[in-house]
């Protein structure tokens, strides 16, 4: 009986290897022979080839997806609501000297609406605010809060005296949907 349990496992091996390698089988009159595979050395090379051919075809696809076009501002979004819309770029385009209440607008994003803008149309609408890189804003607790670089915070509630460009939605890229719903048709990038 221990000698069809030796073949049929022997038999076993010889199917489940398949093409990857041979296997040499013992005797019984060996007790001291251990089977012996000969593999196909080359299987690890040709599947760390293939992973690196494709990671370095993933990395110039995610680079080639990131770029921003001409005129376009490139826009990070943090926070869970309210959320601080951020970018490193600089708006082309003329500053204005621009002020409002900052809000929780559409999508949670943090946004600027005019002081004494009734409604939500037009130029009553609230617009998200894109903020410096280096600005620091609290998106949790009791006092969401912006603090733009080398000014006072400003907490929700409050009125906020920015320079900032306006810019259309379709040139904000990354910003998130929900923050261009409404009648606004464009967000203020900080400088």
Do not use: W
Not at 25 to 31: E, H, K, T, V
Not at 173 to 186: F, H
Request: hydrophobic share 30%; with cysteine; charged share 20%.
């Amino acid at each position: 009986m221990t000698r069809h349990r030796t073949v049929a496992a022997s038999l076993a091996a010889v199917l489940t290897l398949g093409t990857l390698g041979t296997v040499t089988a013992c005797s019984d009159d060996d007790s001291t022979a251990e089977p012996t595979f000969t593999g196909n050395t080359d299987v690890a090379e040709t599947v760390t080839t293939e992973t690196s051919a494709t990671s370095a075809t993933s990395a110039a696809a995610t680079t080639s997806e990131q770029e921003t076009p001409e005129g376009h501002i490139a826009v990070s979004a943090s926070g869970g609501g309210p959320i601080a819309l951020t970018t490193g770029d600089t708006p082309e385009g003329e500053s204005q000297k621009v002020s409002g209440r900052l809000i929780v607008g559409p999508g949670s994003c943090f946004a600027l609406k005019k002081p004494d803008g009734r409604g939500n149309e037009g130029e009553n609408a609230p617009r998200p605010l894109v903020l410096p890189v280096d600005s620091e804003f609290v998106t949790r607790g009791d006092h969401p809060s912006v603090t733009l670089p080398g000014r006072d915070t400003v907490y929700v509630g409050e009125t906020m005296d920015v320079e900032a460009v306006s810019m259309p939605f379709n040139e904000l890229d990354g910003l998130p949907d929900p923050c261009a719903r409404g009648a606004a048709e464009s967000g203020l990038v900080v400088n």
